[in-house]
């Protein structure tokens, strides 16, 4: 069964792609490869073996999405692709409506005209906006408090907007909380531009010498330690989990929306603490001010996937640590790598 993964060569979904394959799906990747690098899709085929279509496309580029149907016979759509850095989209907020909102558009207008109404789609617990009740559940009041978050609460109203002119459809949200880690082959992983935003990529980066030192956003924040704590979920975790909610989309109609995040929140210092004792590397860092529109808590309660998709994180922040540091130790530049290759 043939499904389309738009942004395929992206962090989560490169990681998906590896389970999609795995479970026997036929992928093909749709990318423009703006945000991304086609060697993760090339590394995907080298960790499962298998062969998947590309077609570097701007999902804006209606034509050439309408050849991709037409080629194809596309059961269902994973859509990863967009823009997602908070503070990118606070200077920049038309680029990302533009693009976010455009080119979400743009496939829904194309996956309708070549029937086919069923996807996952990408979406995020920045929808929550700053709130003090945690554990976050999928039925508390949304706020987005940036263009980034605006967009994927928007598309979650558009996406359930056409569900209503068209029960047909079927349409699965997933909120991801804070995606960390890597394939344990340290083959595919994060790879940001420039200096990382997120937190782990960043440690990581100091770890292997890139970076001098971590700036920890604030001390002072109600928290147990003052530092920050967020719900981390390895990135193969959220993989399958992407899996679980294709299973609905393919057999169900309607509208879901689940929290895909562990339930257990871990503070900045806890990160560096534990990732310095699974590493052995120490992490020097200095406490500076707050990081503007930082929130002291986010971490999900995730009951309502693993009562409805049947899925719950497995893996610990130990492993989440452990390998994203594998992926890189391995890759220096990350995907520009020259460094070798472990087979
Ligand atoms: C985590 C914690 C920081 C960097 C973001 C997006 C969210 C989602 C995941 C897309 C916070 C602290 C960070 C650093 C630090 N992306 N920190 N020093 O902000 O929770 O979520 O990524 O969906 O939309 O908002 O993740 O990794 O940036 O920060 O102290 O150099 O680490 O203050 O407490 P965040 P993060």
Known sequence: MEILVTGGSGYIGSHTCIELLNAGFEVIVVDNFCNSNRQALERVRKIT???????????????????????????????FAGFKAVGES????????????????????????????????????????????????????????????????????????????????????LR?????????????????????????????????????????????????????VRDYIHVMDLAVGHLKALDQ???????????????QGYSVLEVIRTFEEVT???????????????????YADPTKARLELGWHAQKGLEDMLRDAWRWQEMNKEGYLSKDRLIP
């Not at 909102?101 to 920045?126: D, H, N, P, R, Y």
């Not at 940036?146 to 029960?167: C, F, S």
């Not at 960043?202 to 330690?225: C, M, R």
């Open 280 to 298: 052995g590397i120490p992490i020097p860092f200095e406490i500076t001010g707050r990081r503007p529109g930082d929130i002291a808590i986010s």
């Open 249 to 263: 989309v393919l057999t169900n109609n309607g509208v879901n929306v689940y929290n895909l995040g562990t339930g």
């Open 176 to 228: 991801y909380f804070n995606p960390v880690g890597a394939h344990e082959s340290g083959l595919i992983g994060e790879d940001p531009n420039g200096i990382p935003n997120n937190l782990t990529p960043y440690i990581t980066q100091v770890a292997i010498g890139k970076l001098n030192k971590l700036s920890v956003f604030g001390n002072d924040y109600p928290t147990h330690d003052g530092t920050g």
């Open 49 to 79: 073996g298998k062969k998947l279509k590309i077609y570097e496309i701007d999902l804006l580029d209606r034509e050439g999405l309408c050849d991709v149907f037409y080629h194809n016979s596309v059961k269902g759509v994973i859509h």
């Open 90 to 173: 606070v200077q920049k907020p038309l680029h990302y409506y533009n693009n976010n909102l455009g080119s979400t558009i743009t496939l829904c207008e194309v996956m309708q005209e070549f029937g086919v109404k069923k996807m996952v789609f990408s979406s995020s617990a920045t929808v929550y906006g700053p709130t003090e009740t945690v554990p976050l559940k999928e039925e508390i009041p949304l706020e987005a408090t940036n263009p980034y978050g605006r967009t994927k609460l928007i598309l979650e109203q558009i996406l359930q907007d056409i569900h209503v002119a068209d029960n047909e459809w079927s349409t699965t949200f």
